[in-house]
């Protein structure tokens, strides 16, 4: 089994800042992909920020140039550096991985359970 133990989270003022982290922790090989994703209420959840193995990335348009994702690959953590946050950035925040897992090489979607980032204006 494959957890991902996210932390960060909480309610900030327009402006601000937050770092949200997300651990992989269990019977890990490798993790390739892992990302960040939210949810507002009532609206599909939607891709943040993704950052391979190798360190590519990738952004939502309604991001870039105001969060930053990277990892920790030695510890298994993935971070989301937010700055400039706005109301519209209030969401359910979750952390997702693709794993392949011990012993027997199988590959997993993993999710965290999620945090609350709450931007008042």
């Known amino acids: 089994q494959v957890q991902l133990v996210e932390s960060g989270g909480g309610l900030v003022q327009a402006g601000g800042s937050l770092t949200l982290s997300c651990a992989a922790s269990?019977?890990?090989?490798?993790?390739?992909?892992m990302g960040w994703y939210r949810q507002a209420p009532g609206n599909q959840r939607e891709l943040v920020a993704a950052?391979?193995?190798?360190?590519?990335?990738n952004y939502a348009d309604s991001v870039k140039g105001r969060f930053t994702i990277s990892r920790d690959n030695a510890e298994n953590t993935v971070y989301l550096q937010m700055n400039s946050l706005k109301p519209e950035d209030t969401a359910v925040y979750y952390c997702?991985?693709?794993?392949?897992?011990?012993?027997?090489?199988?590959?997993?979607?993993?999710w965290g359970q999620g945090t609350l980032v709450s931007v008042s204006s």
């Open positions: 997702n991985a693709g794993v392949t897992t011990r012993p027997y090489y199988r590959y997993l979607e993993v």
């Open positions: 269990g019977s890990i090989f490798s993790i390739n992909r």
């Open positions: 950052v391979t193995s190798g360190g590519t990335t």
